[in-house]
Every structure is written in C-alpha cells, then in structure tokens.
C-alpha cells in the first residue's frame, strides 16, 4: 500500500481542481443565482452590452487561489506520483 500512497493523494488532487473548476455544471443545474458555484457566477459577470472587466477579474482571481495552494502546498507528492513510475529499479 505504500506505494499507491503517491498516486492516491495525486487523483485526490486533480480530483479536487476538476471539481473547483465545474463551470458548465453549476449553471446548467442550479437554477438559484445565490447557490451558484464561485465559477458558475462569473457567467453574472457578463452583460448583453457589456462586461465587467476588472470585477471579472478579480473573480478569476478569487477562483485561482485554492486552487494554486492546493498545487503549493502538495506540490512535493505530486511529482513525487508523476516520477514514480518513470525511474527504473
């Protein structure tokens, strides 16, 4: 078992970034704008005659940081898993 330990916590990683990202999913489901996902209301965002560029933004922003701490701080077992199975011995 010690040595799934690296790919486990990378699935769990990528795992976790697809599930943050669901864009498509959270408009298509819920119908209730104050429910909506963090990526799902960034579609608010964009008007018929114009768009919101710096609030835009600054929601992309606010999307991206779990997501690069996520990587930061497991970043270590996430190559540790990507080089496991390219060393030879």
């Known amino acids: 078992m010690p040595l799934a330990a690296p790919a486990t916590s ?7 970034l697809w599930t943050w990202n669901q864009f498509l999913l959270a408009i298509v489901l819920v119908d209730d704008p104050l429910q909506r ?8 965002f964009q008007g018929q005659w114009g768009t919101d560029i710096p609030l835009l933004c600054a929601g992309s922003l606010l999307i991206l940081a779990p997501t690069l701490a996520v990587f ?3 970043q270590r077992r996430f190559v540790t898993a990507l080089l496991q199975g390219s060393l030879k011995g």
């Open 10 to 16: 990378s699935l769990a990683i990528l795992l976790f």
């Open 72 to 74: 930061l701080i497991f």
């Open 37 to 44: 996902t963090m990526s799902g209301a960034l579609g608010a």
